[in-house]
C-alpha cells in the first residue's frame, strides 16, 4: 500500500484527529524511524501538541479535572495525561516505562495534553491510562518492523553488498534499461493480451515497479547481477580461455542477429518493392488475375514479392558485402589426411573388446496393463492358443493397440523372460509373464542370433570416422595459425576454425565431418564476420549494449550454476519417481486421439497468396469428393512436408493439443471420413481421419524419464534458488525499505 493510500484511510477513521497546524520536524525527529513512519502515514504534530515538558509533570491532586469520560466521542484516542497512580497498581512512572518498551522516543508523539483537564475519580483514571497503554502496545507492534528495519548509510542508497552501495540513481538507470516501466503487462487469463476488458485491480495491470515489491525485486537483481560478476572474476572464470570465447560467440551472435532484423524493418517492406516489379509480376501471371486490372491486385503482388524478397534476403545481401571484402579463402587446409585400409584394420584387431555382442533374441511384445492386466492377459493367450492372429489379439489387448518390437541381449531381462526366451523358438509364443510394475507381457519370438564378434565390414566406417577425427585433431593443431580465410584486414585461422568446431554437439560434428560440409561452415563464419563489420553503429545504443551485458551475466551464472549446482545434483532415486507417479497417476493418462493424413495448401505469411490457395484447395477437395484417393490428391496438391508420404503423419494427436478449430473438426469426423476445407492461420487444411486411441493409463515404465526429468528440473530450481540466496548472505546484502519507501512515494505523484 502506497503512503497516500494510507493517509486517505487514516483521515476516514473518526478516532483519528488531523492536525490543525503543521510545524517542521526537528533534526532529532529527521533520524529517527518513528518519525520517518509518522511522517510517511500522515502523522505530523501541531503547534499544541509542543508543549514544554513541565506541563507532563505532575502535581499532587490537581491534575485531570474536567477530564471527560473514556466514552465521550469528542476525546482523540491517545488523548491521556500521565498521573501518580501508584495507589492503582500502576508506577509513577508508566509513562515512561511504555515509551521505553515501545520505542517511542518523543513523550508528545504519544501523551499529547488537553490544554484544559479537571480532576476525575481514580478509577476513570485508571480505564483511560490501561486503555491507552493497550492502544500504544498494539501501535508499537505495528510500527515494530519499522523500527528495527536497517538503517541506510546514505539517504540515496537502497541497498548494499560487501561494503557496496547501490544508489537511487544507479536503481533507476537499471530500471530504465531494463524497460521495467515499458514491459508489456502479463497474458490475463480472463482476456489474454486484449487488456483493454482488463479493470485497474486484475493482476496482469500490475507494472513491475508498482510497489515496493517491485523496488526490491529490482534493486536484488541488480545486486545478483554485480555480485555473480564478481564471484566469477574471484574464481578465475572470466580469464579462463574456453568462456572467453563463449562469450564473445554470444556477443556476436547477439550483433548479427540484431543486424538482421534491423535490416529486415528497413528493407523487407511492401514499399521497397519498385512499381516495375509489380508490372513485371502482373504481365507473368495475367492468367491468375484475369478480369482484375493492375490497381486491383498490386497490394496482393506487393506482399506476394516482399515474401519471396524475404526468402532470398540475406543470401543476396551477404554476397553484395562478399564482393567488397576483398575476400581470401584457403578450403585446402580443411582437409584431413584420409585412413588406409591397413590403419582401420589394424585399429580393428586392437580393439575386438569392443565388437563383442552377445546372443540376442528378436521378439514382440503384447503388453497389457491395469487393474485387470492378469485377467485380460489370460483371455488374450487362450484366444491366441484358440488359433486367433497374434496380431488382431494385439490390436484389442496391447497398449497402444499393436505389438512391440523388442530387442533382448541374454542375461539382461528379468528372471521370468530370462527363464522363458532362451527355451523357445522362432515363431513360438511364450505364456503371459508379469513385470515389476504390475503389467503382463505376452511375447513372442521372432529370431535369435548368437554371440560373437560384429565382422569389421560392419564396423569400417564407424572405425574410419574414429581415425579420421584423430588425424583431424593433430593436422589442425599443428597448423593452428594458417590463415584460413580473411575479411578486409582480419584474419581468421585454422585454429580459429577449430574451436568453433569443437563446440558443436557431437552429433553434428559427425554430420560436418567432410571436406565438403567443413565449407558449408567455413562459409557461414565469412557471412558471421562480414555481417559483424557492419554492426559496429549499434555500439553507441545503451539499451543494446546492457543487453549484451545481460547475455555475459546468464553465461558467466551458467557456468557458476555448473560448478556450484550441476555438479551437485543427484539424479532422482526409484523411490522418488515410484512415488510421484503413484501420487501424480491421473496426471499419466493418455487421453483419446486420432491419426490423420492431410493436405496443407500456404496462403503465404500474411495470406497474399490466399485467392490462389483457395482456388488450388477446392480443386483438391472436388477429386477427393470424387472418390480419388486421398494420398494421390496429397501427393498432387499439398505444400505440407508429409507430401511425399501421401499426407500420412504417423504420430497420435489429442484434442487439447491441437489447436481448436482443427481439433473440432478431427474428433467430429468418423474414421475414413474427409473434412471440407478449413480456413487456419494462414492455411487452407483438408483432414482425413486413419484411425482412432482411445483413453490409457500410461504404465510407470513408460512414466518413468518423464518424472525423473520433472523431478531433476525441480531439483535444479531448488538448488539454483538456494545458490542465489547463499550469493546474497555470503555478500551481507541488505535492503533499505525507508529509501524504497521515500522513492515509491516520488514516483506515485509523478
Same mark, same amino acid.
Given at each position: 500500500?502506497?503512503?497516500?493510500?494510507?493517509?486517505?484511510?487514516?483521515?476516514?477513521?473518526?478516532?483519528?484527529?488531523?492536525?490543525?497546524?503543521?510545524?517542521?520536524?526537528?533534526?532529532?525527529?529527521?533520524? +529517527?524511524?518513528?518519525?520517518?513512519?509518522?511522517?510517511?502515514?500522515?502523522?505530523?504534530?501541531?503547534?499544541?501538541?509542543?508543549? &514544554?515538558?513541565?506541563?507532563?509533570?505532575?502535581?499532587?491532586?490537581?491534575?485531570?479535572?474536567?477530564?471527560?469520560?473514556?466514552?465521550?466521542?469528542?476525546?482523540?484516542?491517545?488523548?491521556?495525561?500521565?498521573?501518580?497512580?501508584?495507589?492503582?497498581?500502576?508506577?509513577?512512572? *508508566?509513562?515512561?516505562?511504555?515509551?521505553?518498551?515501545?520505542?517511542?522516543?518523543?513523550?508528545?508523539?504519544?501523551?499529547?495534553?488537553?490544554?484544559?483537564?479537571?480532576?476525575?475519580?481514580?478509577?476513570?483514571?485508571?480505564?483511560?491510562?490501561?486503555?491507552?497503554?493497550?492502544?500504544?502496545?498494539?501501535?508499537?507492534?505495528?510500527?515494530?518492523?519499522?523500527?528495527?528495519?536497517?538503517? &541506510?548509510?546514505?539517504?540515496?542508497?537502497?541497498?548494499?553488498?560487501?561494503?557496496?552501495?547501490?544508489?537511487?540513481?544507479?536503481?533507476?538507470?537499471?530500471?530504465?534499461?531494463?524497460? /521495467?516501466?515499458?514491459?508489456?503487462?502479463?497474458?490475463?487469463?480472463?482476456?489474454?493480451?486484449? $487488456?483493454?476488458?482488463?479493470?485497474?485491480?486484475?493482476?496482469?495491470?500490475? $507494472?513491475?515497479?508498482?510497489?515496493?515489491?517491485?523496488?526490491?525485486?529490482?534493486?536484488?537483481?541488480?545486486?545478483?547481477?554485480?555480485? !555473480?560478476?564478481? %564471484?566469477?572474476?574471484?574464481?578465475?572464470? =572470466?580469464?579462463?580461455?574456453?568462456?572467453?570465447?563463449?562469450?564473445?560467440?554470444?556477443?556476436?551472435?547477439?550483433?548479427?542477429?540484431?543486424?538482421? @532484423? %534491423?535490416?529486415?524493418?528497413?528493407?523487407?517492406?511492401?514499399?521497397?518493392?519498385?512499381?516495375?516489379?509489380?508490372?513485371?509480376?502482373? @504481365?507473368?501471371?495475367?492468367?491468375?488475375?484475369?478480369?482484375?486490372?493492375?490497381?486491383?491486385?498490386?497490394?496482393?503482388?506487393?506482399?506476394?514479392?516482399?515474401?519471396?524478397?524475404?526468402?532470398?534476403?540475406?543470401?543476396?545481401?551477404?554476397?553484395?558485402?562478399?564482393?567488397?571484402?576483398?575476400?581470401?579463402? *584457403?578450403?585446402?587446409?580443411?582437409?584431413?589426411?584420409?585412413?588406409?585400409?591397413?590403419?582401420?584394420?589394424?585399429?580393428?584387431?586392437?580393439?575386438?573388446?569392443?565388437?563383442?555382442?552377445?546372443?540376442?533374441?528378436?521378439?514382440?511384445?503384447?503388453?497389457?496393463?491395469?487393474?485387470?492386466?492378469?485377467?485380460? /492377459?489370460?483371455?488374450?493367450?487362450?484366444?491366441?492358443?484358440?488359433?486367433?492372429?497374434?496380431?488382431?489379439?494385439?490390436?484389442?489387448?496391447?497398449?497402444?493397440?499393436?505389438?512391440?518390437?523388442?530387442?533382448?541381449?541374454?542375461?539382461?531381462?528379468?528372471?521370468?523372460?530370462?527363464?522363458?526366451?532362451?527355451?523357445?523358438?522362432?515363431?513360438?509364443?511364450?505364456?503371459?509373464?508379469?513385470?515389476?510394475?504390475?503389467?503382463? +507381457?505376452?511375447?513372442?519370438?521372432?529370431? =535369435?542370433?548368437?554371440?560373437?564378434?560384429?565382422?569389421?565390414?560392419?564396423?569400417?566406417?564407424?572405425?574410419?570416422?574414429? !581415425?579420421?577425427?584423430?588425424?583431424?585433431?593433430?593436422?589442425?593443431?599443428?597448423?593452428?595459425?594458417?590463415?584460413?580465410?580473411?575479411?578486409?584486414?582480419?584474419?581468421?585461422?585454422?585454429?580459429?576454425?577449430?574451436?568453433?568446431?569443437?563446440?558443436?554437439?557431437?552429433? #553434428?560434428?559427425?554430420?560436418?565431418? =567432410?571436406?565438403?560440409?567443413?565449407?558449408?561452415?567455413?562459409?557461414?563464419?565469412?557471412?558471421?564476420?562480414?555481417?559483424?563489420?557492419?554492426?559496429?553503429?549499434?555500439?553507441?545504443?545503451?539499451?543494446?549494449?546492457?543487453? #549484451?551485458?545481460?547475455?555475459?551475466?546468464?553465461?558467466?551464472?551458467?557456468?557458476? $550454476?555448473?560448478?556450484?549446482?550441476?555438479?551437485?545434483?543427484?539424479?532422482?532415486?526409484?523411490?522418488?519417481?515410484?512415488?510421484?507417479?503413484?501420487?501424480?497417476?491421473?496426471?499419466?493418462?493418455?487421453?483419446?486421439?486420432?491419426?490423420?493424413?492431410? !493436405?496443407?495448401?500456404?496462403?503465404?505469411?500474411?495470406?497474399?497468396?490466399?485467392?490462389?490457395?483457395?482456388?488450388?484447395?477446392?480443386?483438391?477437395?472436388?477429386?477427393?469428393?470424387?472418390?480419388?484417393?486421398?494420398?494421390?490428391?496429397?501427393?498432387?496438391?499439398?505444400?505440407?512436408?508429409?507430401? +511425399?508420404?501421401?499426407?500420412?503423419?504417423?504420430?497420435?494427436?489429442?484434442?487439447?493439443?491441437?489447436?481448436?478449430?482443427?481439433? =473440432?473438426?478431427?474428433?467430429?469426423?468418423?474414421?475414413?471420413?474427409?473434412?471440407?476445407?478449413?480456413?487456419?492461420? #494462414?492455411?487452407?487444411?483438408?483432414?482425413?481421419?486413419?484411425?482412432?486411441?482411445?483413453?490409457?493409463?500410461?504404465?510407470?515404465?513408460?512414466?518413468?524419464?518423464?518424472?525423473?526429468?520433472?523431478?531433476?528440473?525441480?531439483?535444479?530450481?531448488?538448488?539454483?534458488?538456494?545458490?542465489?540466496?547463499?550469493?546474497?548472505?555470503?555478500?551481507?546484502?541488505?535492503?533499505?525499505?525507508?529509501?524504497?519507501?521515500?522513492?515509491?512515494?516520488?514516483?506515485?505523484?509523478?
Amino acid at each position: 500500500m502506497n503512503s497516500s493510500n494510507e493517509n486517505e484511510e487514516m483521515n476516514s477513521d473518526p478516532s483519528f484527529e488531523k492536525p490543525k497546524e503543521e510545524t517542521d520536524i526537528t533534526q532529532a525527529d529527521k533520524g +529517527s524511524a518513528i518519525s520517518d513512519l509518522m511522517h510517511v502515514l500522515g502523522f505530523k504534530k501541531s503547534a499544541a501538541e509542543k508543549l &514544554p515538558s513541565e506541563s507532563l509533570t505532575p502535581t499532587d491532586d490537581t491534575v485531570s479535572s474536567n477530564l471527560p469520560a473514556i466514552s465521550d466521542p469528542s476525546v482523540s484516542v491517545g488523548s491521556v495525561v500521565k498521573a501518580d497512580d501508584t495507589e492503582n497498581g500502576l508506577p509513577s512512572d *508508566n509513562a515512561e516505562d511504555i515509551i521505553a518498551e515501545t520505542g517511542f522516543a518523543n513523550k508528545e508523539a504519544c501523551f499529547p495534553v488537553d490544554a484544559a483537564v479537571t480532576h476525575r475519580k481514580p478509577r476513570a483514571k485508571k480505564i483511560i491510562i490501561i486503555g491507552s497503554a493497550v492502544l500504544i502496545l498494539a501501535a508499537g507492534a505495528y510500527v515494530l518492523p519499522y523500527l528495527t528495519e536497517p538503517m &541506510p548509510p546514505g539517504e540515496d542508497v537502497v541497498a548494499s553488498y560487501n561494503g557496496k552501495n547501490i544508489t537511487i540513481e544507479e536503481l533507476k538507470s537499471f530500471i530504465a534499461l531494463e524497460e /521495467a516501466k515499458e514491459t508489456e503487462h502479463e497474458a490475463c487469463d480472463k482476456h489474454g493480451y486484449d $487488456h483493454t476488458k482488463c479493470t485497474p485491480d486484475e493482476k496482469c495491470e500490475a $507494472h513491475p515497479i508498482d510497489s515496493i515489491e517491485g523496488y526490491r525485486q529490482l534493486a536484488t537483481n541488480l545486486a545478483v547481477e554485480q555480485i !555473480i560478476q564478481k %564471484q566469477a572474476a574471484s574464481k578465475g572464470v =572470466t580469464q579462463r580461455g574456453d568462456v572467453q570465447h563463449g562469450i564473445k560467440d554470444l556477443l556476436d551472435n547477439a550483433n548479427v542477429n540484431q543486424l538482421i @532484423d %534491423q535490416l529486415h524493418q528497413e528493407e523487407i517492406k511492401p514499399e521497397s518493392i519498385s512499381s516495375w516489379e509489380v508490372q513485371q509480376y502482373y @504481365d507473368n501471371n495475367r492468367q491468375t488475375y484475369q478480369g482484375k486490372s493492375l490497381a486491383e491486385v498490386e497490394s496482393e503482388i506487393r506482399n506476394i514479392l516482399v515474401s519471396k524478397k524475404d526468402e532470398d534476403f540475406l543470401g543476396t545481401y551477404i554476397e553484395k558485402l562478399k564482393q567488397t571484402a576483398g575476400l581470401q579463402v *584457403n578450403f585446402d587446409l580443411l582437409k584431413v589426411t584420409e585412413p588406409t585400409e591397413e590403419e582401420i584394420s589394424a585399429y580393428y584387431n586392437q580393439n575386438l573388446s569392443k565388437y563383442k555382442v552377445a546372443e540376442k533374441a528378436e521378439t514382440l511384445e503384447i503388453k497389457i496393463s491395469g487393474g485387470d492386466a492378469q485377467s485380460k /492377459a489370460t483371455e488374450a493367450i487362450r484366444k491366441i492358443r484358440s488359433g486367433e492372429n497374434f496380431d488382431s489379439v494385439a490390436a484389442s489387448y496391447g497398449l497402444g493397440g499393436k505389438a512391440n518390437k523388442l530387442s533382448l541381449e541374454k542375461g539382461a531381462g528379468s528372471a521370468a523372460t530370462e527363464a522363458a526366451i532362451w527355451k523357445m523358438q522362432p515363431g513360438d509364443i511364450g505364456d503371459p509373464i508379469k513385470n515389476t510394475d504390475g503389467s503382463y +507381457s505376452i511375447l513372442k519370438l521372432v529370431s =535369435t542370433s548368437k554371440a560373437g564378434t560384429r565382422p569389421l565390414s560392419e564396423v569400417q566406417s564407424a572405425i574410419r570416422a574414429v !581415425i579420421l577425427k584423430s588425424n583431424m585433431d593433430k593436422e589442425y593443431k599443428t597448423r593452428k595459425t594458417e590463415a584460413l580465410f580473411s575479411v578486409h584486414s582480419k584474419t581468421y585461422t585454422i585454429g580459429d576454425f577449430y574451436t568453433e568446431f569443437q563446440e558443436l554437439s557431437p552429433e #553434428y560434428q559427425d554430420q560436418f565431418s =567432410t571436406f565438403e560440409k567443413k565449407q558449408q561452415l567455413v562459409q557461414q563464419l565469412i557471412a558471421k564476420e562480414l555481417l559483424l563489420e557492419k554492426t559496429s553503429d549499434n555500439s553507441s545504443d545503451k539499451t543494446a549494449q546492457h543487453s #549484451y551485458d545481460e547475455l555475459k551475466i546468464q553465461y558467466l551464472a551458467q557456468i557458476l $550454476h555448473k560448478q556450484d549446482v550441476d555438479d551437485k545434483l543427484a539424479n532422482p532415486t526409484e523411490a522418488e519417481i515410484k512415488k510421484f507417479y503413484e501420487q501424480n497417476k491421473k496426471d499419466f493418462l493418455v487421453p483419446v486421439g486420432v491419426r490423420i493424413s492431410l !493436405i496443407w495448401i500456404d496462403q503465404g505469411q500474411n495470406g497474399e497468396k490466399a485467392e490462389q490457395a483457395k482456388k488450388k484447395a477446392s480443386e483438391a477437395l472436388s477429386l477427393l469428393n470424387k472418390g480419388t484417393n486421398f494420398a494421390e490428391v496429397a501427393k498432387k496438391y499439398s505444400e505440407d512436408a508429409t507430401a +511425399s508420404s501421401g499426407g500420412k503423419i504417423d504420430d497420435v494427436y489429442y484434442q487439447n493439443y491441437l489447436p481448436e478449430k482443427l481439433g =473440432t473438426v478431427a474428433f467430429n469426423l468418423k474414421v475414413g471420413g474427409t473434412s471440407d476445407i478449413i480456413d487456419y492461420n #494462414y492455411g487452407f487444411y483438408i483432414i482425413k481421419v486413419l484411425e482412432r486411441t482411445k483413453e490409457r493409463q500410461k504404465t510407470y515404465q513408460e512414466s518413468t524419464e518423464s518424472i525423473k526429468e520433472y523431478l531433476s528440473e525441480q531439483k535444479h530450481s531448488k538448488l539454483e534458488s538456494e545458490m542465489e540466496q547463499a550469493l546474497l548472505k555470503n555478500a551481507k546484502f541488505t535492503l533499505y525499505d525507508k529509501t524504497l519507501r521515500r522513492l515509491l512515494k516520488e514516483q506515485n505523484k509523478k
